[in-house]
């Protein structure tokens, strides 16, 4: 089991950029694959992207390819997710996830572990 918390949401114009953390405690942080989802207000809780416990392969959803990139730093047992060109239905709260097998999942019921959440507000 990890304990995660996230950091780094916030308000931001639309075509900006932020940079989400996540800092997890416990132990073989490189054994858990990672993944960022996101739920906006009346909607399902949603896959953004995923990363291999090695971070040598990552995923996306289709709406942020190219515009978010995954990352992790399993020395420092923090993983990221660099948001660019942000758009007004980027806004959500998203949350970092972690699943005790070494490839990620698109799937939110496939993670053992969340974090609370950060707010990001992009406006238009």
């Known amino acids: 089991q990890v304990h995660l918390v996230e950091s780094g949401g916030g308000e931001v114009q639309a075509g900006g950029s932020l940079r989400l953390s996540c800092a997890a405690s416990?132990?073989?942080?490189?054994?858990?694959?990672m993944a960022w989802f996101r739920q906006a207000p009346g909607k399902e809780r949603q896959f953004v992207a995923g990363i291999s416990g090695s971070g040598a392969s990552s995923s996306y959803a289709t709406s942020v390819n190219g515009r978010f990139t995954i990352s992790r730093d399993n020395a420092k047992n923090t993983l990221f997710l660099q948001m660019n060109s942000l758009k007004h239905e980027d806004t959500a709260v998203y949350y970092c996830a972690a699943r005790p097998y070494p490839l990620p999942d698109t799937k939110a019921n496939n993670y053992n572990d969340w974090g609370q959440g950060t707010q990001v507000t992009v406006s238009s």
């Open positions: 416990g132990r073989s942080f490189h054994r858990y694959s």
